[in-house]
T-cell receptor, first 108, second 113 residues
Framework: KNEVEQSPQNLTAQEGEFITINCSYSVGISALHWLQQHPGGGIVSLFMLSSGKKKHGRLIATINIQEKHSSLHITASHPRDSAVYICAVPTGTYKYIFGTGTRLKVLA | EPEVTQTPSHQVTQMGQEVILRCVPISNHLYFYWYRQILGQKVEFLVSFYNNEISEKSEIFDDQFSVERPDGSNFTLKIRSTKLEDSAMYFC???????????FGPGTRLTVT
């Protein structure tokens, strides 16, 4: 069983749709990091959160530490949102354990 | 805004050759990490480094791998004798405190032929 699981693995949406990506984890301390990876391979930080909710533009991330679950929402999705979205959990030794990623494709 | 940089962006090498991947972490950060991502797979932890020594390493990080902070700015990953299965994207990351947010470099794509 993966220590960090994401769902769905693949997601295709129409432009303008509301998107939700989920992350459940069995390891980690008290925070979670959402990252974005574009086709070129670089990793961009979106949010690090340890409680409640964070919002940046059209992106919203929520976390429930007790249930070890986090969601990333994208409102009014756009083709430029197409990327792989990854959740990563810092463990007790502070290395990150990564999820397998959710590959999002937004169609115009 | 400070960022982690990595060089080269792409390295092609022959099996058995030594490679050194370079990273410049954010200047006031003290904790450094290497991760790798084989094509189509998830990102995996290789090694963490603090206070000039390895804090933790994964099973992947065998005797063929080594890390070094040769000066006050660079952090390097050396693979002594590359294998085909070392082909991957290698990411360097740094953070300013334990458990803190890690900042990732753009990666080095290593291709072993």
């Amino acid at each position: 069983k993966n220590e960090v699981e994401q769902s769905p693995q693949n997601l295709t949406a129409q432009e303008g749709e509301f998107i939700t990506i989920n992350c459940s984890y069995s390891v980690g301390i008290s925070a979670l990091h959402w990252l974005q990876q574009h086709p070129g391979g670089g990793i961009v930080s979106l949010f690090m959160l340890s409680s409640g909710k964070k919002k940046h533009g059209r992106l919203i991330a929520t976390i429930n530490i007790q249930e070890k679950h986090s969601s990333l929402h994208i409102t009014a999705s756009h083709p430029r949102d197409s990327a792989v979205y990854i959740c990563a959990v810092p463990t007790g030794t502070y290395k990150y354990i990564f999820g397998t990623g959710t590959r999002l494709k937004v169609l115009a | 805004e400070p960022e982690v940089t990595q060089t080269p962006s792409h390295q092609v090498t022959q099996m058995g050759q030594e490679v050194i991947l370079r990273c410049v972490p954010i200047s006031n950060h003290l904790y450094f990490y290497w991760y790798r991502q084989i094509l189509g797979q998830k990102v995996e932890f290789l090694v963490s480094f603090y206070n000039n020594e390895i804090s933790e390493k994964s099973e992947i990080f065998d005797d063929q791998f080594s890390v070094e902070r040769p000066d006050g700015s660079n952090f390097t990953l050396k693979i002594r004798s590359t294998k085909l299965e070392d082909s991957a994207m290698y990411f360097c990351a740094s953070s300013d405190r334990t458990g803190g947010e890690q900042y990732f470099g753009p990666g080095t794509r290593l291709t072993v032929t």
